[in-house]
């Protein structure tokens, strides 16, 4: 149980003791501070603790965003301060120098530590130290010094209503426009019902997956009933993956596990529906496998095109210490400042909420075939404009210099395996800026290229496969910190999943383009995996299982090969048997770190899910 230590000399009708109570605390009384740091000194380790000031004036929901959040090793609010296991160490110096600066080393009045919470807070910002403070918008949280303030206080805390700033904050910003307007406005009730009933947001997550894939199997039946009922259901399953984050904020219920779970889980719901869309198509006598696959590439690359881009500017720092401007804005920053282009831009780039909702509408109105057609015309048109984009604006703030954790972030995000690794070890030279993504581009490209215009058993793609390893080499060769090295992971994506798609469309046998979707599923799955790792500090996967799976550059080069090697029958087998090896590598490795980390006592973390 958390313990929290209430210094400061009692307020009598305070609520403060009963409010700690509400949050689950433990609270205990300090009659000085000398005895505030004794207090501090016997909680155990690994509890939380907390240091407040008998004198707080505030909302419930301030202190619980004040004091409960388990993502950060230290937080504060006017008033409070607290401190996960990992924070201890930081919160007990700060405490001892507050202590000893006040010459209350001995014994003092309750009068002499008012105020300790601040000013171990401030002895905290002194030395550095990183401390979180909520953004409490209308929430009150003060510590008055006098009646009259403590007064004005608590009719500012009457004044407003906790619960609906508590709901309203519950929704993630930035959201897009169908999730804003159709779906939160109730799903944040829903998320305060599942919180009073003791729901977890992992138990809400795994219900929009059992709904979603129930929807994958409505619409595999390929009748207009199931079409319809899959499409009810879709949106249903869209609703509850809205409603755990909202659970997740309300509730401040984070943590590794769910974060990696609502990431997943996302993905796994969006391309069972495609794979369910195609099993109904072919019941109705039309091949839309290559559609599907089609469409879960295109997604997947919008997506890697966004991480990548994050992972390369986000601690992005200007080249030299007074460095000046590092160029014009892109268009897409001077549109910022025009408010009706905001929903606009969240529309075209068809985030999940408008996809689920236009997928969902064809499923129910038109044909697999036409709902394809559409996803990817919408998804190629939104790849665009947000590539674009981000291009834009890398070639406008060239002079920022990449750090050496973006630089590895790249590296371990292009997945490169043994044989390219080990050609970069050996090369005689560095291709230069602007190059290196080009090199990937012309690689993937050409492998592209060859395997959809040979026939299929022709020996050419295997060749072209070989020099797409020779030009991954050569992408990986140095640190991946250009302006625009961030392209080098999602161009490998592409090129890995297309040459997939292109010689299953040439195999031209039953059976082989469901087989490619199993396999760039269950390659896709370990991208994204990366994708989490990364994102929550944890770093790349083992080496083991990069050497082990290939790398991008390896199973490309493979698959090549068989299709040079087997006949078609043969080659769509050997697809299916690759698929289910890399599944059970990659599946069963990501589940072990995930349940261990989280076991573990890793920083808790929150997915919010695709840009908007």
Same mark, same amino acid.
């Given at each position: ?20 109570? =509400? ?20 909680? @155990?380790?690994?509890?939380?603790? =907390? ?70 807070? !401030? ?10 403070? +909520? ?118 219920? $984070? ?62 720092? +200007? ?5 000046? +401007? ?46 394809? $057609? ?10 665009? *404009? ?50 290196? @993504? ?7 490209? =050409? ?8 026939? *299929?058993?022709? &020996? ?8 797409? %390893? ?19 992971? @999602?161009?490998?994506? !592409?090129?890995? $999943? ?8 040439? =195999?031209? &046998?039953?059976?082989?383009? +469901? ?12 991208? $994204? ?11 790349? @996967? ?16 493979? %698959? ?53």
């Amino acid at each position: 149980m958390p313990t929290a230590i209430l210094t400061g000399q009692p307020v009598p009708g305070a609520s403060i003791e009963d409010d700690l109570r =509400a949050l689950g605390f433990e609270v205990r009384l300090a009659a000085d501070a000398a005895d505030a740091e004794s207090l501090l000194a016997a909680v @155990p380790g690994d509890q939380r603790v =907390a240091v407040v000031d008998t004198r707080f004036v505030g909302h419930l929901h301030a202190l619980r965003l004040g004091l409960t959040d388990p993502r950060f090793p230290l937080a504060a609010i006017p008033g409070a301060v607290t401190a996960r296991p990992t924070g201890r160490q930081a919160l007990t110096r700060a405490m001892a120098r507050e202590t000893s600066a006040s010459g209350d080393t001995q014994g003092t009045t309750h009068t002499a530590v008012a105020g300790l919470a601040d000013r171990v807070t !401030a002895a905290l910002d002194a030395e550095g130290t990183d401390v979180h403070r +909520p953004a409490l918008g209308s929430l009150v949280a003060a510590v008055p010094d006098d009646p009259q303030a403590r007064n004005e206080a608590r009719q500012a805390v009457a004044a407003v209503d906790e619960e609906a700033v508590r709901l309203k904050s519950a929704v993630k910003a930035g959201d897009g426009f169908f999730t804003t307007f159709f779906i939160s406005p109730y799903s944040r009730y829903l998320a305060r019902w599942c919180a009073r009933r003791g729901l977890t947001p992992n138990q809400v997550t795994t219900a929009s997956l059992l709904t979603a894939l129930i929807a994958a199997g409505c619409a595999a039946t390929g009748t207009r009933g199931g079409f319809v009922a899959a499409a009810v259901l879709l949106i249903a399953s869209f609703v509850l993956d809205c409603t755990d984050g909202q659970l997740a904020r309300y509730s401040l219920q $984070y943590s590794t596990l769910g974060a990696w779970l609502d990431a997943t889980f996302d993905r796994a719901k969006e391309y069972a529906y495609y794979a369910g869309l195609a099993l109904g198509a072919a019941r109705g006598g039309d091949d839309v496998w290559a559609l599907a696959l089609g469409a879960m590439i295109l997604q997947t690359g919008r997506h890697m095109v966004d991480f990548a881009f994050h992972e390369a500017t986000d601690d992005a720092v +200007p080249a030299t210490a007074g460095a000046g +401007p590092a160029g014009p804005a892109a268009p897409t920053d001077r549109l910022d400042g025009v408010g009706w282009t905001l929903w606009v831009r969240r529309m075209i780039i068809l985030p999940i909420g408008e996809r689920w909702a236009m997928i969902a509408v064809l499923t129910a109105a038109t044909t697999p075939r036409i709902t394809f $057609y559409a996803l990817l015309i919408g998804c190629a048109f939104a790849s665009v *404009y947000t590539t674009a984009g981000r291009v834009l604006r890398s070639l406008a703030r060239r002079s920022r210099r990449r750090t050496d954790r973006a630089a590895r972030s790249l590296a371990d995000l292009a997945d490169s395996g043994p044989l390219a690794l080990g050609l970069a070890r050996v090369l005689p030279g560095r291709l230069p800026g602007f190059a290196v @993504p080009a090199a990937a581009l012309l690689g993937g490209a =050409a492998v592209v290229a060859v395997s959809a215009l040979t026939g *299929y058993g022709s &020996v050419w793609p295997a060749l072209a496969a070989a020099g797409y %390893v020779l030009t991954s080499a050569l992408a990986v060769a140095r640190p991946l910190t250009g302006p625009l090295d961030w392209l080098v992971p @999602p161009l490998f994506r !592409a090129a890995e $999943y297309v040459t997939v798609l292109a010689l299953a469309a040439k =195999a031209d &046998v039953n059976g082989a383009l +469901p087989a490619a979707f199993g396999l760039v599923a269950a390659v896709a799955y370990h991208h $994204y995996d990366t994708v989490y790792r990364i994102r929550g500090d944890a770093g790349a @996967p083992p080496a083991w299982l990069v050497r082990v799976t290939g790398g991008q550059e390896g199973r490309t080069l493979l %698959v090549a090969v068989l299709a040079a090697l087997l006949t078609a029958s043969q080659f769509k087998v050997a697809l299916t048997a690759l698929a289910v090896i890399i599944a059970l590598l990659v599946l069963v490795e990501s589940i072990r770190f995930w349940v261990s980390a989280h076991q573990g006592g890793a920083p808790a973390v929150h997915d919010e899910g695709e840009s908007a």
